[in-house]
């Protein structure tokens, strides 16, 4: 049996606040194999970026990350020591952010960025130049020489994403966690953008953790989505299964929505109310008090249960029965 890229098991996430413990991820296990794309996605406050920072061990000091296991190939890193995730994340797990800026040194240009990702893997770059110049170009930079002398800020946001998957091009991690990066840009440049991170895909074998809200999007590049609501997994499927046989309702709302968004209507169908922040009830469906369907067996602690022929369900109506009818 070949072991996963990533493996993760039981992740829980808890912040302490002031005002006591917020959970905000609970139970959270899939696991991811080399060279695919993992879309996540959910509302905003859901627990996409705790997550991923929990398994990258990113999460700030008032945050506690609890699991039976965050395995990276096959290896569990969920107590490695910050200098040891240090050496992972140079190497072999990078971090894609919303803003790109935040991904550079302001005060270096991004030749220097090139040139000190090249001293982590010397052995996989004869010339850094030169490597650095292919990369640049293979994103689409016309003049990789001058865009290798500038700063940060004197590139645009589109520009200064594109460099950093140029970059990460170049690194080779095997794992990508890309946290919303087109969030900011454009339609046009999005695409592009988008279009560019399969590429890297294909080009690097890398596997992706790609967080959006967009659905379009997470169909589009994803190979399974995971859709998160109140810190918890509500499905869990192919992307293909996911987009057109959703089986939780709040999935089914999102996938709604993006059709809509592609189609010509006048008003979109929104999933009223608010995903809430972390003082969940442990006895009762998270997603209740905003569902169409709601019932009373939704009163229970509601399991990520398996649905035959589409992935995992956390719902009570998502039963095999109803899959295969
Ligand atoms: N540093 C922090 N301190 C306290 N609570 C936090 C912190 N970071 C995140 N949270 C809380 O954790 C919960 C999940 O946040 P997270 O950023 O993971 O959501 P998200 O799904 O990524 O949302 P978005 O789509 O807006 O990025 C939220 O309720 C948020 O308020
Ligand atoms: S368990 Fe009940 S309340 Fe929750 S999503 Fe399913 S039908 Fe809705
Ligand atoms: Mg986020």
Redesign the pocket.
Known sequence: MTVPLLDVKNLNVT?Q?ASGD?P??SDVSFTLEHGKVLGLI??????????S?AILGLL?S??TAKSDFIRYKGRDISDLPPHEFDKLRGADLAMIFQDPVGSFNPVKTIGWHFRAAGRVHPEGHGDIAADAAEALRKVDIADPKTALKKFPHQLSGGMLQRCLIALIMFSRPSLIVA??PTTNLDNLVERQIITLFDKLRRDIDASFIF?T?DMTIAEQISDDIIV?YA?QIVEHGSAKALMHAPRHPYTQGLVKTARELEGDVDTLTEISGEVG??HWPDNKCRFAPRCPHYQAACDHAVPLHPVAGHGAVRCVMATDKEATR
Do not use: Q, R, Y
């Open positions: 912040f606040m917020l905000v991820s959910g509302e905003s406050g859901s627990g996409k970026t705790v997550t920072k700030p008032v945050g946290d919303e967080i809200h998160m810190g922040t972390g």
